[in-house]
């Protein structure tokens, strides 16, 4: 036992369940009010970004980025990067 574990519950290993989720691609400025439109976030600052209010706050989604509907309805942008490293096409 280290001691960094020394004291604490047993630490257990974990997969995260499958899900299956909407998203779509912020990719245009011209396509910026109607995806915030479905998201319920607004792009009325800068075309190219989409101020998306998600359960941790306001975030922002910019060109290139993917704007995400989770499995409890709510909204977030992620990274291409990320994207891309966590999800497959359904």
């Given amino acids: 036992m280290s001691?960094?574990?020394k004291g604490i519950p047993p630490v257990q290993?974990?997969?995260k369940r499958p899900v299956t989720i909407?998203?779509?691609?912020f990719e245009?400025?011209?396509d910026g009010s109607r995806i915030a439109e479905?998201?319920?976030?607004?792009?009325e600052v800068a075309p190219?970004?989409?101020q998306i209010t998600t359960p941790e706050g306001v975030?922002?989604?910019?060109?290139?980025d993917w704007v995400i509907r989770g499995v409890a309805?709510?909204?977030?942008?992620?990274?291409?990067?990320?994207?891309?490293?966590?999800?497959?096409?359904?």
Avoid at 59 to 64: Q, Y
Avoid at 78 to 90: G, P, Q, R, V
């Fill in 3 to 5: 001691n960094l574990t």
């Fill in 28 to 30: 245009s400025a011209q």
């Fill in 48 to 50: 190219d970004q989409i």
């Fill in 22 to 25: 909407e998203a779509v691609r």
């Fill in 13 to 15: 290993t974990f997969r």
């Fill in 73 to 90: 309805g709510e909204f977030y942008p992620c990274k291409h990067s990320i994207f891309e490293a966590t999800y497959d096409l359904a």
């Fill in 38 to 43: 479905w998201c319920g976030g607004t792009n």
């Fill in 59 to 64: 975030m922002c989604a910019g060109l290139g």
